[in-house]
């Protein structure tokens, strides 16, 4: 899915209206320029991993959320892990397969809207058909990578964590990839610095806006210029 067609890109999600309007105004380089695909476990984390030293639930490049993993946890698992949703919405984004969304820290909102796009602070999304976890995203800084980059985490030193640049684009983020998933970091706020030779966009200041885990095999096509 591309941002100017169908729903756009998180229109209506917090952490995401900056990186909306900037998708929107500038041309969109592909994100293939900084997918790595990584075996390490210091990266994409391990089976075992659950939190952090701080507390904090890890997010993996593998497809993990603490002890939740996509394409082989349920409801039942979700619910387990995360407590009752505040809030839940099935649906379906145009001619993607129909989901499941169970909303936290929503604040009086649904799950997310008509189109499937992430109204609450953290939205788990299953596939309605299997039942298995699809999709997270999460703006709450309770979530963490291995490196220690959460939501608010600095444009500077998530770079340095990670050892590679943030780039710009449909959205300005961060992209690591497995067979099995991809963790995907979005930034707000900062400015793009253009360079020419070769020509990309590299995110100055700003934070991370939000982060989502999401399925290599299974995919609700709500989420704009990251899931495509």
Same mark, same amino acid.
Request: glycine content about 12%; charged content about 20%.
């Given at each position: 899915?591309? %941002?100017?067609?169908?729903? $756009?890109?998180?229109?209506?999600?917090?952490?995401?209206?900056?990186?909306?309007?900037? %998708?929107?105004?500038?041309?969109?380089? $592909?994100?293939?320029?900084?997918?790595?695909?990584?075996?390490?476990?210091?990266?994409?984390?391990?089976?075992?991993?659950?939190?952090?030293?701080?507390?904090?639930?890890?997010?993996?490049?593998?497809? !993990?959320?603490?002890?939740?993993?996509?394409?082989?946890?349920?409801?039942?698992?979700?619910?387990?892990?995360?407590?009752?949703?505040?809030?839940?919405?099935?649906?379906?984004?145009?001619?993607?397969?129909?989901?499941?969304?169970?909303?936290?820290?929503?604040?009086?909102?649904?799950?997310?809207?008509?189109?499937?796009?992430?109204? %609450?602070?953290?939205?788990?999304?299953?596939?309605?058909?299997?039942?298995?976890?699809?999709?997270?995203?999460?703006?709450?800084?309770?979530?963490?990578?291995?490196?220690?980059?959460?939501?608010?985490?600095?444009?500077?030193?998530?770079?340095?964590?990670?050892?590679?640049?943030?780039?710009?684009?449909?959205?300005?983020?961060?992209?690591?990839?497995?067979?099995?998933?991809?963790?995907?970091?979005?930034?707000?706020?900062? !400015?793009?610095?253009?360079?020419?030779?070769?020509?990309?966009?590299?995110?100055?200041?700003?934070?991370?806006?939000?982060?989502?885990?999401?399925?290599?095999?299974?995919?609700?096509?709500?989420?704009?210029?990251?899931?495509?």
């Amino acid at each position: 899915m591309i %941002c100017p067609g169908g729903t $756009a890109a998180f229109p209506h999600a917090r952490a995401a209206r900056h990186t909306y309007a900037l %998708c929107m105004a500038r041309p969109r380089i $592909a994100f293939t320029t900084i997918v790595v695909v990584l075996a390490a476990a210091s990266l994409s984390g391990s089976v075992s991993a659950r939190t952090t030293g701080s507390g904090r639930v890890l997010v993996t490049a593998t497809g !993990h959320v603490g002890p939740l993993r996509v394409d082989e946890s349920d409801r039942v698992d979700v619910i387990g892990s995360a407590g009752k949703p505040e809030a839940e919405r099935r649906g379906r984004y145009a001619s993607y397969a129909p989901f499941d969304a169970l909303g936290y820290g929503c604040g009086g909102e649904p799950a997310t809207d008509s189109a499937g796009v992430p109204m %609450c602070k953290t939205v788990f999304y299953l596939d309605a058909k299997s039942g298995k976890l699809e999709l997270f995203y999460t703006e709450d800084d309770h979530y963490s990578n291995l490196r220690g980059v959460r939501v608010g985490t600095t444009t500077a030193v998530a770079e340095a964590r990670m050892h590679r640049l943030v780039i710009g684009g449909c959205l300005d983020g961060l992209r690591v990839s497995t067979k099995t998933g991809f963790l995907f970091m979005g930034f707000k706020g900062g !400015h793009d610095r253009v360079h020419r030779h070769p020509y990309y966009l590299h995110l100055v200041g700003g934070h991370v806006g939000f982060m989502v885990v999401h399925s290599q095999r299974l995919n609700p096509g709500v989420l704009d210029c990251i899931d495509s």
